[in-house]
Each structure stands twice: as structure tokens, then as C-alpha cells.
């Protein structure tokens, strides 16, 4: 991976944002779910990206982020459901869906 990734939360449009220098290469979507609890329905990376880790940069900051800020977690994704079951994150809560669990 690149030094020229960087992940950031975008409030307005409720994702976080994958950049390669100055392009958006990706995102991973979440919503409010209630009670501290945050839902993840999405992540996506644009196919020109592929290759580069910028979606396990991507998962891993976002998910860092959200165990900073206290958050529960609903890994409603396939691809963060995935990363979380291959990668620890120190102080994240998870919630899994459907019974699932890591």
C-alpha cells in the first residue's frame, strides 16, 4: 500500500473515504443504528483501485475510528463481516447480524 492513502469521515454523506493522493478511490457506508450502535451496509471501491489494499485500509481505519469513538458496530457488510473475522481491532464492540459471530 501506498504512503498516499488516507481514510476520512465524511458526516454529510455518512461514509467513510478512501483517497489515493488526491482521488476517491472508495468508501464504506454506515448509519445510525440506535443505542451507540452503528451499522456498516456497504463498502465499495472503485474497480480502477483494485489492487492496491485500499479496501483493508479502508475497513481497518474506519473500524479503528469507530472503537475510538465508543461505538457498537453491525457488521451488515459482507466485506467488513469478512475483515473483522481476519483481523482484530482493539476496543471494538460488535454486534453481529443474524447471530453471526467472529
Known sequence: MSDDVTVTRNEETRQYEV???DELGGFLKFRPAGDGRVELPHTEVDPAFEGHGL??????????DLARRGDTII????FVAGYLKGHDIPGLKVDWPDGESS
Open 55 to 64: 479496501g483493508s485500509a479502508l475497513a481497518r481505519e474506519a473500524l479503528a
Open 19 to 21: 483517497h489515493l493522493g
Open 75 to 78: 457488521p451488515s457488510c459482507p
